[in-house]
């Protein structure tokens, strides 16, 4: 077994992270690079402004030790409901495979729960084939609406 594929014995270990430290700080960069080319890790400034909200949850995986995946659930009020949206999923390549990815949008369903909301959303680009295989497996469906975007 060599040394960058990681066993799958320990089961992942998540959390909400409530402060921000040098550790968290180094995930993000470790992490943020395998979801997106064009957007930066967050700086120590921005991961303090998601912990401080309670419209944004910043759950993590720990596996061996070792911060290996994030997701951020949103949650707000709105006159019909509490809406909740999953975004920001990722785990690191040598964690993937393990049940890692699951185990975070798992928690983040329980926590969605139990603020009171009723549905979950989220969007993936077809192109993330593992992304949304992992979503279909969960018991996310496939809606019906037009996604819209206006770039300031
Ligand atoms: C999508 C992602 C979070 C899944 O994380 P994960 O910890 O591998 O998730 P799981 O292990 O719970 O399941 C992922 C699925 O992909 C497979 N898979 C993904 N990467 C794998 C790898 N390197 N080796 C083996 N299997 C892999 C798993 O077997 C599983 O397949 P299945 O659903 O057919 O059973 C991860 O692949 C990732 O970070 N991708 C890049 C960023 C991304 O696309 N994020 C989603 C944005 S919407």
């Known amino acids: 077994m060599s040394i960058d594929q990681p066993t799958a014995s320990a089961p992942p270990e998540i959390f909400e992270a409530v402060e921000v430290n040098d550790e968290l700080i180094a995930a993000f960069q470790q992490l943020i690079p395998q979801l997106s080319s064009s ?20 759950l993590m995986a720990r596996v061996d030790g070792q911060l290996v995946g ?53 969007t993936s ?16 469906e496939m809606r019906e609406t037009n996604v819209y975007r206006f770039k300031i």
């Open 70 to 122: 994030s997701l951020t659930l949103v949650l707000f009020r709105i006159p019909t409901g509490v809406r909740a949206w999953i975004e920001d999923v990722v785990v690191d390549d040598v964690a993937r495979g393990r049940g890692v990815g699951a185990a975070l949008n798992n928690a983040a369903l329980d926590l969605a729960r139990s603020e009171g909301a009723t549905t979950v959303d989220l």
């Open 39 to 58: 957007n930066p890790p967050p700086s120590e400034d921005e991961l303090n402004n998601i912990v401080a909200s309670n419209a944004s949850r910043l």
């Open 125 to 140: 680009r077809p192109s993330r084939e593992a992304a949304n295989r992992l979503y279909k497996r969960l018991g996310f």
